[in-house]
Every structure is written in C-alpha cells, then in structure tokens.
C-alpha cells in the first residue's frame, strides 16, 4: 500500500462515521497531512453544516503548516455554492498545494468542475486513488445521483423451513423469528439508510413503528404503501412523529389533514408499482431504502430488478405453514455469518452493480 493508498484508506474510515446522517449529501472523510504526519482529520457534519474539509481544515492548530500539505479527500470537493460555500474555494484560499481524491462527484454541479477549480489556481491534483473503494462509500449517493432512484435493500427474517409469518397470530404485533442482537443490527441499519418501507399486510397485521429505538440514531423516513388507506388512525405509522409518504392510488380519495409530517402520495397501481414508487422517493430526495413488507412486496421489487442487496436473517423456529419468504435468485448470494443461533446471508444484486 502505498502514501496515498495509506491516507485515502483513513478518509474512508472517517466517512462511515456521517453514515445516516449527512442526507441528502454524501458522506465523506478528509485528511490532512504535513511532513508525514496527520494534522487534521474531518468527514461530513449533517445536511447544512460542514462539509469534511471545512471540518478537517478546522482541525489544524497551526494552519501555516496547510501551505506545504497534502489534502486526502475520499469524494471530489464541490465547487458550487449550496448550503455551504464551495470546498475547492476553501482548500485554495489555505493555499493547499496538493490534493489527492478518492473519486469523481457526478453530482450535475460538481463532476470534474472541483478538480478543474483546483488546478487552475496551481494545486497538484490527484483523482482516482482506491476509486472503487470510494465509490462503495457512497453507494448510495452515486446510485441517486446516477439511476434517479434510492440505493434499495430488502430484508426479511424466516423461519428454519423458509416462513416469513405462522398462519394464525393471536395479536396486532410482530412474530419474532430472530435474536435480540439481530434485532438490534436491524435497527443500526434503520439508523444508516435514509427510508424504510412496508406494505399494508404488514401495517395491519403488526402496527409497526418503524423507528430505530433500540439504537442510537435518525429515524428513517418512513414509506407504506396503502392503495387503498386501509391503515387504522390509530396506528403507530400515522401518529406524524417522523416524516412518513403513503403511496395511495390515484382513486383512492386522499384525507384532508392537519399532518405536519405526513404526505400521501399518489400513482396508478394497474400498471407496475415499484418504478411509479422509486419516481416519488426520487422526488423527496431519498437516497436510500430498507424494504422491511411483506413477501408480496419484496416479491415486487425482486421481481422488477428494482433491488440493489438483500439481507435475509434465518431463525431457528419452525412454522410447518403461513406466509411463504420471498424466492431470490441464489447466484446474488455474497456471503453468510452467525449471529448467535441465526445465519443472516447477503444477497448482491450483480445485474445492478
């Protein structure tokens, strides 16, 4: 590994840690270096305050040293003015001499204009070090950016012999197949991805919260789809204490309300539902999806390619009969790990890599 393989690597360990918190922007980490010593380190505050350099750059005690520093940066410093005042102007202004960059942005405002800023005013510019490696960081990011839709992630848990729920349930609340600490990676993931989404089945039969209470972290948006707004008024999902986007049909007649946080959204459920729902996630800027439904749903989005990984945890409960877990191509497995007496397996969706 060599010098700038070394640093870009810390800039990515940096970058996880604004994983959830930084959407709709990407999440990226910087790192500054001076005769071969890190003098500031920095990755992306939340939407609207600090981007990873400014964050860096602030870390330096003696900022006369920036005048002979290499700045690693995991993701291309934006050039416009958003929120926040370009980064390629920051970095020019401390007379930063020499730049290393993990990859491109391809953001519409951006995509090469940062690293064309740079060298005009004189810095040494490197792009491309661990490129694939930063590209992974910000998955998400670049599948918005670049498909017009959010970077999506089924999961589901089932039982020893492939159910996804008993035939019968005595109560409104969920079957649990998996462990606690299962249970918990699950509402970690909650934390990281920008949306949930469920169906109605689900919504009915289980009242879900959908939040990420047993973690530290942002509650994802939540998505239900609900053609027909079969949902309780009672129910958790309509209680307006995150945002929350019901996907109704065009028929269905929407309720005027006093929701602060909750918007109805329509499309035409006679034609192919899950291409009309990534158009409106789109639209609200959601980055990222965990499809938590029913298997009729992920059978939807399996079904319309429309999926990027699959997370499948396998308890060690057996149903004998209920619903049936959804049927995933078994040439996307990735791999497969314990979790005490559960296996969870990662499927990858190759045609969509």
Not at 60 to 65: A, C, E, G, N, Q
Not at 101 to 111: A, E, P, R, S, Y
Not at 182 to 199: C, D, F, N
Not at 260 to 279: C, G, L, R
């Amino acid at each position: 590994m060599n010098t700038h393989e070394h640093y870009i690597k810390r800039a990515l360990q940096l970058a996880k840690n604004g994983l959830g918190n930084t959407y709709p922007n990407p999440t990226v980490g910087c790192v500054i270096v001076a005769d071969n010593k890190i003098i500031g380190e920095g990755y992306t505050s939340p939407a609207g305050q600090n981007h990873a350099e400014v964050n860096a750059i602030s870390a330096v005690k003696d900022v006369s040293l920036l005048k002979t520093a290499t700045i690693y940066v995991t993701l291309e410093p934006c050039s416009h003015f958003g929120k926040t005042p370009p980064c390629a102007d920051l970095i020019i202004k401390h007379q930063i001499p020499n730049v290393v960059i993990g990859t491109l942005d391809t953001h519409d405002k951006v995509c090469g204009r940062g690293v064309q800023k740079l060298m005009e005013a004189g810095c040494n510019v490197t792009v491309g070090v661990l490129e694939e490696e930063c590209k992974e960081s910000n998955k998400r990011f670049f599948t918005f950016q670049e498909k017009k839709r959010p970077y999506i992630i089924l999961k589901w848990a089932e039982s020893a012999d492939g159910f996804m729920s008993p035939e019968k349930k005595e109560t409104r609340t969920p079957v649990w197949i998996t462990n606690t600490l299962s249970r918990q990676i699950v509402h970690k993931w909650r934390t990281e991805e920008h949306a949930i989404l469920v169906g109605t089945t689900t919504v009915l039969a289980d009242n879900p919260k959908l939040n990420s209470r047993d973690w530290n972290g942002n509650n994802p948006v939540r998505i239900v789809i609900d053609s027909q707004l079969k949902t309780p008024q009672q129910s958790h999902v309509l209680d307006d204490s995150q945002k929350t986007i019901f996907i109704v049909d065009t028929a269905t007649q929407v309720p005027n309300s006093e929701f602060k946080n909750t918007f109805f959204e329509e499309i035409d459920f006679s034609n192919a539902i899950a291409p009309q729902i990534m158009s409106v996630l789109h639209k609200h800027q959601i980055q990222s999806i965990i499809i938590e439904g029913g298997s009729k749903t992920l059978q939807t989005f399996i079904d319309s390619n429309l999926w990027d990984e699959a997370r499948v945890f396998k308890g060690d409960a057996v149903f004998s009969s209920g619903t049936k877990s959804p049927i995933i191509n078994k040439s996307f497995f990735y791999s497969e790990e314990k979790i005490v007496q559960n296996t969870l397996t990662l499927y990858i969706n190759s045609n969509n890599a």
